[in-house]
């Protein structure tokens, strides 16, 4: 399954490289032509087909390769190692994980006192990132220098498997889950060239996506996400933000996006023509590559429509496959009534 | 001009973001013996163009392999951190900051006021005499500090609107072991490294135009990088900066040795063959640098550069300094001069064969996939 | 100039027919410009209204990808003329649906910068013509801590399945225009005083050696997101904003030089920009030779369009004209009726002379 094989993969912002292969192996007999630019982002692309191809219209599917992670920046003279959080990572989830780092995965654990001798006002404080170490049994700081470099990537050592019945559980499916989505897609054929776009270093600030777009100037783009989830039991009746198996989510707004309504439209349209479960994004919250396209040039309107994924940016994501094959479907049956807005 | 003279003369002159003209007059009077062109920006940066020799092959050779020759952009910023005034209270001064500031140092500092005319001005605040325990326990708001120029009203307001700039009045001053320090160090010693290179590269080979930039409007938001990287398109963009020195107070990583060389920078901001070759070139000269970890935003001209058009492979060198944002920032002569040698024979290593590195992995998965796609065509 | 009419108590009354009831013309544009429906991404309304009201008056009129509406007025002078661009946004600050929980309450989302303290009691309408009230949860907090999460919009359901309104809906503030002499208050001041500023200017000016770029953009108050994209299509030479900036003239106000009714303000640095010395200086001195009142800002606090015009492409010399404003995104913003026209005077005067910039 590639989903499983691209969750496993390793691809912390800038260091996409090992996503990338995978990815290019996945789409190359399916596209007309592939190329990495200088941000590594990978940009696929399908010529149109079909007598009524419409020529101009070019439309932007985007998903992103690289996953949170950490950075490593010293070497402590114990031969520990600090770190530094790549994109946005809830220091708090970060305790007693294992994690791979640099390209010859050199496994370590990120350990904390144990709690028989901790004061108990120790208990209840939060250990940020810059009071955690990383322990790869390194005997010294010299013997730590040889098998890690400062600036080297670390990733969580996390294994894809499913879970209960229909869902799988993994690191990296923010949105790793979009990639996989996008292959799928891209194995149609569509009335116009529709670029696919696996980006680079959307969780530093969707910069990948930014100069992709420039290159290509597409008139429309969708951004293919795994998105947050918030769907535990609540005592107040309040947004889920989205909820698993209820369908991919669309976004209305984001704080990097406002939706255009004709897009929205478009795939809640299909959605309910063809008996698709869908379901807003039932929040203002977080941004996508979808934001930063919008504002390449003269402007692109852009939506984002994500497989629900509970636990992202953490070590462990979980989601329903039916939502990711739902997804698909519904952008395989919207796609090509793009060229009609 | 000495590298230690000119960063003198740049520091004790003011500019602060917007309002560059006057360093932008002595930074383009240092290009110009070195440069074949010098233009300015619409919003005020200047580029130095030092031409290259071309692609080294033959040209009908060189044409037939698509290449060009390269464009490298090094760059400084030249703007500094100051003050505005905000309103005339009674002859006094209220104001706010342009870019940031630790608003703890700005008590009792002297100033320069430029309204109509340069005023000399001290930063006032209540004496502690007058305050309650309370009141001198804490930090004091900018809100409550003001300006006296010393003059009285009426003549305050003849010469001084809302609006006018407001610099730090610091003269450099020499420490130990070729160390100095002063006011806006940051980044006009950058500027002085790019001299530096330019005065190099005059006397070395190189076959790529040389880019030389000072940048306006960096510590507002690093505008004018990414407007001038805009304008020069270049093919690989290197943005010096200064970053934490060692210090009393402060870990130690992430910071750089004063007077032990400069930081070289790594992470998703940084093209991964331009740190490569920046180091290699180091390494080769035997130039002591530290590689610094940058986990996301650098907050430098490299972080809005990278992004330009369709994205430009950079590197960010730090230069190493004390005190930051404060008017007694110290930095170290031998640093600033290493920095522009390293500069300079980085510019001087770029040949053909790296801009076809650059590319290489575009052209070749695109060589790929169209044999690919050909070979696929004639299965069908 | 014509007196502004006095203020009246009934306001509503008066405002039933603005022509007819013989308010001055640009009160009455002003008041249908403001009340028009138009949340940051549905400015549609306000460009249809925008569109109708210029009719004639440029030479050319387009409406791009992201729905910023571009009129362009040729310029009389020799070729290569300058591109001036102005910017006005057409939107409005306001709120999107985010929930509709079982009794039909709407929980929302803020668009723009929207202050808690000033929603409670407040209406919103959504664009089909709903409107609902902003209610706040009483148990554990007091009125003045209230905070976005503790709020819903009540439009009157009875549960989920009556209500008017769905997920993802978006609404505007919902207030009347008053006209109170000197001052005038509406909803969505910001920015549709700078529209109206543009529109004005575009009517009156009569002829410009440059080439002006009239745009009313969309998205500003969400990240100045159409004056990027508009900017780079336009590739202007010179950029001036138009909106509204806060004033330092109530009482135990933050200190700030700027006061209502002195004129409108020319920007010197907001937190977003520094404007380009030249511009600042070509509008303070073609004020002075047009004997027009105008103050500088130096706003603490936000930014204008002009910051994402300032850095489109190599870079744009910016700066902005505001119109002093208090009260900024509540629902009731006020300004000097002479602010307005004098706001008016200044650019086309400085549109009709030939500008150098150094």
Same mark, same amino acid.
């Given at each position: 399954m590639l989903l499983e094989k691209l969750s496993n993969a390793r691809g912390v912002s800038g260091n996409e490289g090992e996503v990338r292969e995978i990815l290019i192996d996945a789409v190359k007999d399916h596209v007309d032509e592939y190329r990495v630019d200088t941000l590594g982002n990978l940009i696929a692309r399908k010529k149109a087909k079909g007598a009524r191809a419409r020529k101009p219209l070019r439309v932007m599917l985007a998903a992103h390769m690289d996953e949170i992670g950490l950075m490593i920046t010293h070497h402590d003279s114990n031969g520990y190692l600090r770190f530094d959080p790549v994109g946005g990572i809830d220091a708090r989830v970060l305790l007693s994980k294992t994690?791979?780092?640099?390209?010859?995965?050199?496994?370590?654990?990120?350990?904390?006192?144990?709690?028989?001798?901790?004061?108990?006002s120790e208990r209840q404080q939060v250990l940020e990132t810059d009071a955690l170490t990383i322990d790869i049994g390194a005997k010294s700081k010299e013997d730590a220098q040889g098998l890690v470099k400062i600036g080297d990537y670390a990733t969580f050592a996390t294994t894809f498997s499913s879970i209960g019945t229909d869902?799988?559980?993994?690191?990296?499916?923010?949105?790793?889950?979009?990639?996989?989505?996008?292959?799928?897609?891209?194995?149609?054929?569509?009335?116009?060239?529709? &670029?696919?776009?696996?980006?680079?270093?959307?969780?530093?600030?969707? /910069?990948?996506?930014?100069?992709?777009? &420039?290159?290509?100037?597409?008139? &429309?783009?969708?951004?293919?996400?795994?998105?947050?989830?918030?769907?535990?039991?609540?005592?107040?009746?309040?947004?889920?933000?989205?909820?698993?198996?209820?369908?991919?989510?669309?976004?209305?707004?984001?704080?990097?996006?406002?939706?255009?309504? /004709?897009?929205?439209?478009l795939l809640v349209e299909t959605a309910r023509e063809n008996k698709i479960p869908y379901q807003f994004k039932q929040a203002v919250a977080g941004g996508t590559d979808a934001g930063r396209i919008t504002l390449v040039k003269e402007g692109v309107p852009s939506v984002a429509v994500a497989v629900p994924t509970r636990y992202i940016h953490s070590p462990v994501s979980l989601l329903s496959k039916r939502d990711f094959e739902n997804l698909i479907a519904l952008m395989i049956k919207a796609l090509p009534k793009v060229a009609k807005i | 001009?000495?590298?230690?003279?000119?960063?003198?003369?740049?520091?004790?002159?003011?500019?602060?973001? %917007?309002? !560059?003209?006057?360093?932008?007059?002595?930074?383009?009077?240092?290009?110009? $013996?070195?440069?074949?062109?010098?233009?300015?920006?619409?919003?005020?940066?200047?580029?130095?163009?030092?031409?290259?020799?071309? $692609?080294?092959?033959?040209? #009908?050779?060189?044409?037939? !392999? %698509?290449?060009?020759?390269?464009?490298?952009?090094?760059?400084?910023?030249?703007?500094?951190?100051?003050?505005?005034? #905000? !309103?005339?209270?009674?002859?006094?001064?209220?104001?706010?900051?342009?870019?940031?500031?630790?608003? =703890?140092?700005?008590?009792?500092?002297?100033?320069?006021?430029?309204?109509?005319?340069?005023?000399?001005?001290?930063?006032?605040? =209540?004496?502690?005499?007058?305050?309650?325990?309370?009141? =001198?326990?804490?930090?004091? $708001?900018?809100?409550?500090?003001?300006?006296?120029?010393?003059? $009285? !009203?009426?003549?305050?307001?003849?010469?001084?609107?809302?609006?006018?700039?407001? #610099?730090?009045? =610091?003269d450099v001053i020499d420490l130990k072991n070729n160390l100095v320090a002063g006011k806006s160090l940051d980044d006009r010693a950058a500027v002085v490294s790019v001299v530096e290179a330019l005065k190099s590269l005059a006397t070395m080979k190189h076959t790529w135009d040389v880019y030389a930039v000072a940048n306006v409007q960096e510590e507002v938001g690093l505008k004018g990088a990414q407007t001038s990287a805009f304008r020069i398109n270049p093919d690989v963009a290197i943005a010096l900066d200064v970053s934490h020195a060692e210090q009393p107070n402060t870990p130690e990583i992430g910071t750089v040795p004063l007077g032990g060389g400069m930081g070289i920078a790594i992470g998703p901001n940084i093209h991964p063959l331009v740190y490569e070759k920046l180091t290699e070139v180091a390494k080769a000269n035997e130039i002591a640098f530290k590689v610094l970890a940058e986990a996301g935003a650098t907050g430098t001209d490299a972080w809005a550069m990278q992004v330009v058009r369709e994205g430009i492979p950079t590197g960010l060198i730090d230069i190493p300094l004390r005190y930051m944002h404060t008017s007694v920032e110290t930095i170290s002569i031998t640093d600033v001069e290493r920095i522009g040698r390293l500069l300079a024979l980085f510019c001087a290593s770029l040949d053909d064969k790296f801009i076809k590195q650059l590319r290489g992995e575009t052209e070749e998965a695109t060589r790929k996939s169209a044999k690919e796609t050909r070979k696929n065509a004639k299965k069908k | 100039m014509a007196t502004a009419k006095k203020a009246t108590h009934f306001p509503l009354l008066d405002n039933d027919d603005p022509q007819s009831s013989g308010m001055h013309p640009l009160k009455a544009l002003t008041k249908r410009i403001t009340e028009a429906y138009g949340p940051s991404g549905y400015e549609q309304g306000v460009r249809e209204l925008i569109r109708?009201?210029?009719?004639?008056?440029?030479?050319?009129?387009?409406?791009?990808?992201?729905?910023?509406?571009?009129?362009?007025?040729?310029?009389?002078?020799?070729?290569?003329?300058?591109?001036?661009?102005?910017? @006005?946004?057409?939107?409005?600050?306001?709120?999107?649906?985010?929930?509709?929980?079982?009794?039909?309450? @709407?929980?929302?989302?803020?668009?723009?910068?929207?202050?808690?303290?000033?929603l409670f009691g407040q209406r919103c309408r959504f664009a089909n013509g709903v409107v609902g009230v902003f209610g706040r949860e009483i148990k554990d907090s007091t009125a003045t801590e209230v905070t976005l999460n503790k709020l819903f919009i009540d439009v009157g359901a009875t549960s989920k399945d009556d209500a008017p309104v769905g997920v993802g809906d978006p609404a505007g503030f919902w207030r009347d225009f008053s006209d109170l002499g000197n001052r005038i208050v509406s909803k969505a001041m910001d920015d549709r005083i700078g529209c109206v500023v543009l529109i004005e200017v575009l009517k009156q000016l009569k002829k410009s050696p440059h080439d002006v770029y009239f745009v009313f953009t969309v998205q500003e108050e969400v990240g100045l997101r159409g004056a990027t994209t508009s900017a780079y299509g336009v590739q202007p030479d010179l950029a001036i904003a138009v909106d509204v900036t806060g004033t330092g003239d109530t009482p135990e106000a933050n200190t700030m030089a700027v006061q209502l009714g002195k004129g409108p303000a020319i920007k010197v640095?907001?937190?977003?920009?520094?404007?380009?010395?030249?511009?600042?200086?070509?509008?303070?001195?073609?004020?002075?030779?047009?004997?027009?009142?105008?103050?500088?800002?130096?706003?603490?606090?936000?930014?204008?369009?002009?910051?994402?015009?300032?850095?489109?492409?190599?870079?744009?010399? @910016?700066?902005?004209l505001s119109v002093p404003t208090r009260y900024v995104h509540t629902p009731s913003e006020m300004i000097d009726f002479n602010d307005l026209q004098n706001s008016i005077k200044l650019l086309v005067a400085v549109l009709g002379k030939q500008i150098k910039l150094d």
């Amino acid at each position: 399954m590639l989903l499983e094989k691209l969750s496993n993969a390793r691809g912390v912002s800038g260091n996409e490289g090992e996503v990338r292969e995978i990815l290019i192996d996945a789409v190359k007999d399916h596209v007309d032509e592939y190329r990495v630019d200088t941000l590594g982002n990978l940009i696929a692309r399908k010529k149109a087909k079909g007598a009524r191809a419409r020529k101009p219209l070019r439309v932007m599917l985007a998903a992103h390769m690289d996953e949170i992670g950490l950075m490593i920046t010293h070497h402590d003279s114990n031969g520990y190692l600090r770190f530094d959080p790549v994109g946005g990572i809830d220091a708090r989830v970060l305790l007693s994980k294992t994690v791979l780092i640099g390209k010859d995965k050199v496994p370590g654990v990120i350990g904390v006192k144990p709690i028989h001798l901790l004061k108990a006002s120790e208990r209840q404080q939060v250990l940020e990132t810059d009071a955690l170490t990383i322990d790869i049994g390194a005997k010294s700081k010299e013997d730590a220098q040889g098998l890690v470099k400062i600036g080297d990537y670390a990733t969580f050592a996390t294994t894809f498997s499913s879970i209960g019945t229909d869902c799988v559980k993994g690191k990296a499916l923010d949105d790793r889950a979009g990639c996989a989505a996008l292959v799928e897609i891209l194995k149609r054929d569509y009335p116009f060239d529709l &670029y696919g776009v696996f980006t680079a270093q959307e969780e530093v600030g969707a /910069r990948g996506a930014r100069v992709a777009a &420039y290159a290509i100037e597409p008139t &429309y783009a969708f951004a293919l996400e795994g998105t947050v989830c918030d769907d535990s039991p609540k005592k107040k009746d309040v947004s889920p933000v989205t909820r698993v198996g209820g369908g991919p989510a669309i976004t209305f707004a984001d704080n990097s996006l406002l939706s255009d309504r /004709r897009l929205v439209d478009l795939l809640v349209e299909t959605a309910r023509e063809n008996k698709i479960p869908y379901q807003f994004k039932q929040a203002v919250a977080g941004g996508t590559d979808a934001g930063r396209i919008t504002l390449v040039k003269e402007g692109v309107p852009s939506v984002a429509v994500a497989v629900p994924t509970r636990y992202i940016h953490s070590p462990v994501s979980l989601l329903s496959k039916r939502d990711f094959e739902n997804l698909i479907a519904l952008m395989i049956k919207a796609l090509p009534k793009v060229a009609k807005i | 001009m000495s590298a230690k003279d000119f960063l003198k003369k740049l520091s004790e002159a003011h500019g602060v973001s %917007g309002y !560059e003209h006057a360093i932008r007059e002595m930074v383009i009077a240092e290009f110009k $013996p070195y440069a074949d062109e010098i233009s300015v920006t619409p919003m005020g940066s200047v580029i130095a163009l030092k031409r290259g020799a071309g $692609p080294s092959m033959r040209s #009908t050779l060189s044409r037939a !392999e %698509g290449l060009r020759t390269g464009k490298v952009l090094i760059e400084g910023h030249m703007d500094e951190i100051g003050l505005m005034v #905000t !309103e005339i209270e009674q002859g006094f001064l209220r104001f706010t900051q342009v870019g940031g500031f630790d608003v =703890r140092v700005l008590p009792s500092q002297e100033v320069i006021v430029h309204g109509k005319q340069k005023l000399r001005g001290i930063i006032g605040a =209540r004496p502690p005499h007058v305050l309650t325990a309370d009141e =001198r326990e804490k930090v004091i $708001p900018m809100s409550d500090l003001w300006i006296d120029v010393g003059l $009285p !009203e009426a003549r305050v307001r003849e010469l001084v609107q809302v609006g006018d700039w407001i #610099t730090y009045a =610091r003269d450099v001053i020499d420490l130990k072991n070729n160390l100095v320090a002063g006011k806006s160090l940051d980044d006009r010693a950058a500027v002085v490294s790019v001299v530096e290179a330019l005065k190099s590269l005059a006397t070395m080979k190189h076959t790529w135009d040389v880019y030389a930039v000072a940048n306006v409007q960096e510590e507002v938001g690093l505008k004018g990088a990414q407007t001038s990287a805009f304008r020069i398109n270049p093919d690989v963009a290197i943005a010096l900066d200064v970053s934490h020195a060692e210090q009393p107070n402060t870990p130690e990583i992430g910071t750089v040795p004063l007077g032990g060389g400069m930081g070289i920078a790594i992470g998703p901001n940084i093209h991964p063959l331009v740190y490569e070759k920046l180091t290699e070139v180091a390494k080769a000269n035997e130039i002591a640098f530290k590689v610094l970890a940058e986990a996301g935003a650098t907050g430098t001209d490299a972080w809005a550069m990278q992004v330009v058009r369709e994205g430009i492979p950079t590197g960010l060198i730090d230069i190493p300094l004390r005190y930051m944002h404060t008017s007694v920032e110290t930095i170290s002569i031998t640093d600033v001069e290493r920095i522009g040698r390293l500069l300079a024979l980085f510019c001087a290593s770029l040949d053909d064969k790296f801009i076809k590195q650059l590319r290489g992995e575009t052209e070749e998965a695109t060589r790929k996939s169209a044999k690919e796609t050909r070979k696929n065509a004639k299965k069908k | 100039m014509a007196t502004a009419k006095k203020a009246t108590h009934f306001p509503l009354l008066d405002n039933d027919d603005p022509q007819s009831s013989g308010m001055h013309p640009l009160k009455a544009l002003t008041k249908r410009i403001t009340e028009a429906y138009g949340p940051s991404g549905y400015e549609q309304g306000v460009r249809e209204l925008i569109r109708d009201e210029i009719k004639g008056f440029a030479d050319e009129v387009r409406v791009d990808a992201l729905g910023n509406l571009i009129a362009r007025k040729k310029g009389t002078g020799p070729t290569p003329r300058k591109k001036v661009m102005l910017a @006005a946004h057409m939107d409005e600050i306001g709120v999107i649906v985010t929930h509709i929980d079982e009794k039909g309450f @709407a929980r929302f989302a803020p668009i723009g910068g929207v202050y808690p303290l000033t929603l409670f009691g407040q209406r919103c309408r959504f664009a089909n013509g709903v409107v609902g009230v902003f209610g706040r949860e009483i148990k554990d907090s007091t009125a003045t801590e209230v905070t976005l999460n503790k709020l819903f919009i009540d439009v009157g359901a009875t549960s989920k399945d009556d209500a008017p309104v769905g997920v993802g809906d978006p609404a505007g503030f919902w207030r009347d225009f008053s006209d109170l002499g000197n001052r005038i208050v509406s909803k969505a001041m910001d920015d549709r005083i700078g529209c109206v500023v543009l529109i004005e200017v575009l009517k009156q000016l009569k002829k410009s050696p440059h080439d002006v770029y009239f745009v009313f953009t969309v998205q500003e108050e969400v990240g100045l997101r159409g004056a990027t994209t508009s900017a780079y299509g336009v590739q202007p030479d010179l950029a001036i904003a138009v909106d509204v900036t806060g004033t330092g003239d109530t009482p135990e106000a933050n200190t700030m030089a700027v006061q209502l009714g002195k004129g409108p303000a020319i920007k010197v640095k907001d937190a977003g920009m520094l404007a380009h010395p030249a511009v600042k200086n070509l509008l303070a001195e073609t004020a002075k030779e047009a004997k027009i009142p105008y103050q500088f800002e130096v706003l603490t606090g936000g930014t204008t369009d002009a910051m994402a015009m300032q850095t489109t492409r190599e870079g744009v010399p @910016a700066g902005c004209l505001s119109v002093p404003t208090r009260y900024v995104h509540t629902p009731s913003e006020m300004i000097d009726f002479n602010d307005l026209q004098n706001s008016i005077k200044l650019l086309v005067a400085v549109l009709g002379k030939q500008i150098k910039l150094d």
